[in-house]
Nanobody, 130 residues
Framework: QVQLVESGGGSVQAGGSLRLSCATS??????????LGWFRQPPGKEREGVAV???????NFADSLKGRFTISKDIAKNSVYLEMNNLQPEDTAMYYC??????????????????????WGQGTQVTVSS
């Protein structure tokens, strides 16, 4: 059974850091998806892309988050991580882990587009206070 289980969310003050984890299963399956990503949904807003990591290790981030967030994966642990630094109140959201095939634009690519991701976790809440 495919599962993505997020953890590591919580409440922090502005300027703080959190590291989110996403445990994937079955072992050796989802972790080798072409695209693994993190999305978030702020209160009262639509879900938006945060970061993706491609099977070869390349990464891509939402422009507004570059420099503060880092995405990584550990194949041996079947886990994907999101390191978030200098958190601000506007980062308050439910954070979701997802896996996908990617899309074709003359070449295979991973972009921050929900429709390209077919497996999702239940989310972990991040709350940042000022």
């Amino acid at each position: 059974q495919v599962q993505l289980v997020e953890s590591g969310g919580g409440s922090v003050q502005a300027g703080g850091s959190l590291r989110l984890s996403c445990a994937t299963s079955p072992p050796g399956d989802i972790i080798n998806s072409y695209c693994l990503g993190w999305f978030r949904q702020p209160p009262g807003k639509e879900r938006e892309g945060v970061a993706v990591i491609v099977r070869d290790g390349n990464t891509n981030f939402a422009d507004s988050l570059k420099g503060r967030f880092t995405i990584s994966k550990d194949i041996a642990k079947n886990s994907v991580y999101l390191e978030m630094n200098n958190l601000q109140p506007e980062d308050t959201a439910m954070y979701y882990c997802a896996a996908g095939f990617g899309s074709w634009a003359g070449y295979r690519q991973c972009v921050l587009r929900e429709a390209d991701f077919y497996h999702w976790g239940q989310g972990t809440q991040v709350t940042v206070s000022s």
